[in-house]
């Protein structure tokens, strides 16, 4: 029987990890922004037209690229983040797999400029389904311009599973929005059909979340701050008077970088549970920072949906300094006719006392810091009796 085993083509096998990569043209915009982040940037252009399936364009005034490494950079696993096994516990970058380049050039038509800053000429690529079809020195601004046309063109029927514009657009403000709120330092603006839907200055994360927003949401917001020599916790939450129907201010960011978890969701809201109906939700917008060395590698696998191994109720650490804040504001029962959707007293300021009680444990924080990092647990045993205090 002959040999059936053979190796894919490379335009193939680009193919094949671009149908996980890129879903859709906000996976698009997700990738490039973040390489223009990574690069150092202080401003990052997006423009995008018909929804991202006639273009997504970015620019940017970081480092760019040399003539060597604009055309290594669509090489699969070509990267410049990471050298060894190593680095995985250290990763301070956004992206490091070295495939997004390789998967939006196999299913789209990509032109690339760069150019180092010390440089006066710089690169431009044209590469169509991961065909080099041009490469040649060009006269270009120090940074990098990749325009992305045509996305799916050789596939018709990733194409035709494409949602309507509107759709589609919103994915990709989403990605944009995502990004945008866990860099305030650097600037960015979107286009979309020639007309300018953000501009956002340099700012700080509360004036970055107006921007995107709106300034309406500024008495909305009440400050979030927890620090232990693990992880610092900042950030902001919504009053509960303002929650609403449906989702689409809720972010957590760790590092700079966006997650997704539904223990942390659960926990923002277990801290609102007797202030809320059960079918509002409540803005958050929460960062965490930590040493990246004490997280493990596997929160950076995956897309959005982080995992964070071998934790025991560690959504505590997250329900406890929102619940203080929300009892600092005076928590808002949703209860009407001037009755209280809260059990027991409330004291002189108006807080009512079981519910801090109920939310907030001293303990219970320093053992979800030290659940957060598992790496971390063996040198730092929590005290007897700590696990039962954070179970009850």
Known sequence: MPDIIKLLPDSVANQIAAGEVIQRPASVVKELMENSVDAGSNYIRVIIKDAGSSLVQVIDDGTGMSETDSRLSFERHATSKINTAEDLFAISTKGFRGEALASIAAVAMVELKSCLHENEIGTMLKINGSKVELQEPASCPPGTNIAVKNLFYNVPARRKFLKTPSTEMR???????????????????????????????????????????????????????????????????????????????????????????????????????????????????????????????????????????????????????????????????????????????????????????????????????????????VEHRPPPGLLADSQR
């Open 171 to 377: 994915h990709i403000i989403n990605e944009f929005q995502k990004i945008v709120l866990a860099h305030p330092d650097i600037r960015f603006s979107l286009h979309h059909n020639d007309k300018e839907l953000f501009n956002l200055l340099r700012s700080n994360e509360r004036q970055r979340i107006l921007a995107v927003f709106g300034k309406n949401m500024n008495q909305n917001l009440i400050n979030l701050h927890t620090e232990t020599s693990l992880v610092k916790i900042s950030g902001y939450t919504g009053k509960p008077e303002n929650a609403r129907k449906t989702f689409g201010e809720q972010f957590f960011f760790i590092n700079n970088r966006y997650m997704r978890h539904p223990y942390l969701h659960k926990a923002v809201m277990e801290a609102y549970e007797k202030i809320l109906p059960p079918d509002s939700i409540p803005s958050y917008f929460i960062f965490l920072h930590a040493d990246p060395a004490t997280i493990a590698p596997g929160l950076y696998l995956t897309e959005d949906d982080h995992r964070i191994p071998d934790l025991i109720d560690q959504h505590l650490i997250y329900k406890r300094p929102v619940g203080i804040q929300l009892a600092d504001s005076g928590p808002r029962p949703f209860a009407t006719g001037g009755s209280t959707a809260l059990d027991g007293p409330a004291d002189s300021l108006g807080v009512h006392t079981d519910f801090v009680s109920n939310v907030f444990d001293v303990d219970t924080l320093v053992q979800l810091c030290l659940n957060v990092h598992p790496v971390l647990l």
